[in-house]
């Protein structure tokens, strides 16, 4: 594996704090009371540093994106750890009935609701709901979203490295919020990679890298947890996996792109 690959995180580390160190510290000083609240600070310093790097994440997955979610997205739409929104950018809305932002950090969302309006989504309109619980808050979120299987497509983009306890959360978000036929998961994720060599290393940068990226982890086996967590079977015919094309295997942000449709 090449040194520079095996040093890619160092980049994004020293360019992040870059960016966001100094708001970050003005904002302490003006609410230093943050200071006994460490979930609160992780959310500060994430939403601040999502500013400049929310839209360059969003262009590097576009040609994912839109293979993925303007042929497939429809009905009622669960947007999972929704950011500031760029989901909508990529819906085909005619076909959409409804779309639920869930982003238990509240700094991101005047963005998404901003964005969300701007298609045509409000909650006086009853076609829009943001949702401020984590993915792990499985009952509260079935409560808000009107009851179990409510949801026709469940969208996670690059969202489930960083969701507590999660085998257990696709798990429930899978078997307790899609409808039984038809419902539909979407996903675009970075993985750990299938060469040994390089899931090493995502291992050895994630305690680093999961203090600075709101939790979020390299190492872990997303596609894997989704397609083992239906307790009813995925139809063969409509559901497949990919790899992000032209994205080199030996890379620590090995993406996997999929949909997969509940018989």
């Known amino acids: 594996m090449k040194l520079s690959a ?6 994004d580390l020293r360019g992040g704090l870059t960016l966001v160190l100094l708001p970050f510290l003005s904002a302490l000083l003006k609410h230093p009371s943050l200071i006994f609240h460490p979930s609160k600070i ?7 540093l999502w ?21 497939y997205a429809y009905g009622v ?22 779309f639920i932002a869930l982003e238990p950090n509240e700094r991101m969302h005047a963005r998404i609701i901003s964005r969300a309006a701007k ?34 497509t469940l969208i996670t983009i690059l969202t489930l490295c960083s969701i507590p306890s999660p085998q257990k959360t696709i798990n429930s978000l899978v078997n307790r919020t899609l409808k039984p036929a038809g ?9 750990r990679s299938h060469l040994r060599d390089v899931s090493f290393w995502q291992a050895f940068w994630t305690p680093v890298w999961k203090r600075f990226f709101g939790g979020c982890r390299l190492d872990q086996p997303s596609h894997i947890w989704i397609e083992q967590s239906t307790e009813w079977d995925w139809s063969e ?4 996996m990919w790899v992000k094309e ?11 792109v999929g949909r997969l449709v509940r018989k």
Do not use: C, M
């Open 183 to 191: 419902g539909q998961i979407l996903f675009y994720e970075h993985v």
């Open 246 to 256: 032209g994205e080199p295997e030996e890379h620590l942000f090995w993406h996997r």
């Open 42 to 48: 992780s959310d500060l310093f994430f939403s601040l």
């Open 77 to 98: 739409v669960l947007d999972i750890g929704a950011g500031h929104g760029h989901t909508l950018d990529y819906l085909d809305h005619p076909r959409i009935t409804k």
């Open 6 to 11: 095996i040093l890619s995180p160092l980049s």
């Open 237 to 240: 015919g409509h559901s497949r």
């Open 51 to 71: 500013i400049p790097y929310g839209d360059g994440v969003d262009g590097n997955a576009k040609s994912s994106k839109e293979d993925l979610i303007p042929p």
């Open 119 to 152: 298609y045509g989504y409000t909650k006086a309109k009853g076609n829009f709901d943001i949702i401020l619980y984590g993915a792990e808050e499985i009952d509260k979120i079935i409560t808000q979203i009107g009851g179990e299987h409510s949801i026709d």
